[in-house]
């Protein structure tokens, strides 16, 4: 029992390790939160480029679609005219030529304007793609020890992510899954350590008689006031 205690209140110091190392390596350290930030907006207005140039490409395409289509219609309708029989059927063949004429020229602009913006889009892109490497490998230069902590703080999360697979293996699936259980519901903090008698997160001085069970390590015992598990180090009271 005292090596099940024991496991679990390593597993929650090394849970809780992981949690905060993880935290540390992905925030941005403060004297970098700026500098970072302009770099990633470079990075994403190249990405912003291309999706919106995608984008006018299929527009322009659809535009070009809708124009052969509509020429096809006029061509239609101007047969039409040519065959009518009276001027009743001839006013109504002019309208719909004219109507078709308009939608023409509306398409017709609309496609200019994408091939104006597809032709500008292109441009901005190219410039920024070509001075995108050259930023990239400044915005690497200026984090340069912040990576280096990273890959420390990989390594030391590597480490410590064996360990936890260690530990879990070696506590029975019940008492994982009510760690685990507790674990979430406390935040954290599942198994508290008894310091001078008391309860090391609540503070509430543990009852004699459940001192007794502990030190004699039997069973499970929670605290009565903040029901965590109770761990007792006899080196540490
Ligand atoms: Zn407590």
């Known amino acids: ?46 990405n912003a480029l291309k999706t919106r140039l995608t984008e006018a490409e299929h527009e322009r395409r659809k535009a070009e679609g809708e124009l052969a289509d509509l020429k096809e219609k006029l061509k239609k309708y101007q047969g039409q005219l040519r065959a009518v029989q009276s001027s009743r059927e001839y006013s109504a063949a002019l309208n719909e030529i004219d109507g078709v004429e308009k939608l023409i020229r509306a398409t017709e602009d609309r496609f200019l304007e994408l091939e104006e913006e597809i032709e500008k889009a292109r441009e901005d892109l190219s410039a920024r793609e070509a001075s995108l490497p050259a930023e990239t490998e400044q915005h690497e230069e200026r984090l340069k020890d912040w990576r280096a902590e990273q890959r420390t703080i990989n390594d030391e999360l590597a480490g410590a992510r064996e360990e936890i697979a260690k530990l879990e293996a070696e506590i029975p699936p019940r008492d994982r899954a009510e760690f685990r259980r507790l674990l979430e519901k406390k935040h954290g903090l599942a198994v508290a350590l008894v310091s001078a008698g008391s309860c090391s997160a609540c503070h509430v001085k543990v009852r004699p008689a459940a001192m007794q069970m502990l030190k004699a390590s039997h069973e499970i015992i929670y605290c009565d ?12 009271s």
Do not use: N, W
């Open 1 to 46: 029992m005292t090596d099940l205690l024991g496991r679990l209140y390593r597993l929650q110091t090394r849970i809780r390790f992981v949690q905060d190392r993880e935290k540390k390596r992905d925030t941005v350290p403060h004297e970098l939160v700026e500098v970072d930030r302009e770099y990633q907006e470079k990075v994403e207005a190249v």
């Open 225 to 236: 006031t903040c029901k965590r598990i109770l761990y007792y180090e006899p080196a540490s």
